[in-house]
């Protein structure tokens, strides 16, 4: 299955939990299963915004975009944070008129089924869109993940509370309850932004993929050769490396083009999805004109 077609499915799965999700508020009147309702409404929209982002960043490259349209990945699971700030907002209002003004509940039984038959729907569709994204390397994919299965997890905590509501007698306990739905999910908007601003700010590559790069550099050194200035960016899947090759001065160009071949290759092939540029230059040149920077940071 492709990377749309786990969006797809990760749709339908939104508007099976909100039908659920919206039955068991009905018969129980319960603020908390309202705000877990609410909360489906916003994983469809993220799922749908998702999906046309997806098909935006496969576009291939063109004149205007020459390096492709990966990032729009990031446009996605940035709207989805801001959605699900949206709907943390909208919880807290909503509960905090119910804890001034408690009212019993009502078929708290079946209402905890629907709630619990909507997590275990997520739950399968959470656990499909988290594999994927290790496969795929889409950031669109493991927010969608992420954030269905906290709905999980708040939905358990929900129906756990409610069925307390009766033994305690407790009215206040559903919208505080709610509250702390709204809070949970507000910290996983505030993740999906910071994701999203660092990846269209050209983070770095990962630790562990930088680490993969140099050690095949290494293993490639001669004492002829040397690499230097190695840069790594990411963009949603895609990712990118450049560095300097320096080379006797003697060599013939064919030569020094063949072997800058043979690094290209290994790079690619020590890193998955990664896009390498290698700027040859003779061993007593250095260039000009390029900021560079230490290990402090520092300019």
């Not at 990945?73 to 905090?96: D, R």
Request: glycine letters at 8%; hydrophobic letters at 55%.
């Amino acid at each position: 299955m492709s990377v749309s077609g786990y969006l797809k499915l990760s749709i339908v799965a939104a508007f099976a939990t909100i039908a659920l999700k919206t039955g068991a508020w009905w018969f129980t009147g319960s603020v908390g299963l309202l705000s877990d309702a609410m909360e489906s409404f916003v994983n469809l929209a993220a799922a749908v915004f998702a999906l046309a982002m997806v098909t935006v960043a496969r576009a291939p490259a063109d004149r205007d975009h020459p390096y492709g349209h990966s990032k729009a990945e990031y446009f996605s699971s940035g709207f989805e944070g801001l959605l699900i700030l949206g709907a943390a907002l909208a919880i807290v209002w909503a509960a905090l008129d119910r804890l001034l003004e408690p009212q019993p509940l009502q078929a708290l039984g079946l209402g905890a089924v629907l709630s619990l038959l909507s997590s275990a729907i997520n739950g399968a569709v959470a656990w499909l869109l988290l594999r994927a994204a290790r496969s795929y390397d889409s950031i669109a994919l493991e927010a969608d993940g992420r954030h269905l299965l906290t709905d999980v997890w708040t939905s358990v905590g929900v129906v756990l509370g409610l069925l307390l509501v009766p033994v305690t007698g407790a009215l206040w306990l559903d919208p505080v309850l709610a509250i702390a739905v709204a809070l949970n999910i507000a910290r996983e908007a505030l993740g999906l932004l910071r994701r999203s601003i660092d990846g269209l700010m050209d983070r770095a590559l990962n630790e562990a993929d930088r680490q993969q790069i140099e050690v095949a550099l290494a293993g490639l050194a001669q004492p002829e050769v040397r690499f230097d200035d190695l840069r790594t960016r990411r963009a949603a899947g895609a990712k990118f490396c450049e560095l300097h090759m320096h080379v006797p001065g003697s060599w013939r160009l064919d030569t020094a083009a063949a072997h800058r071949m043979e690094v290209e290759a290994a790079l690619m092939q020590a890193v998955r999805g990664l896009h390498v540029t290698i700027e040859l230059l003779p061993s007593h040149v250095e260039p000009l004109g390029r900021a560079r920077v230490n290990q402090e940071g520092e300019v």
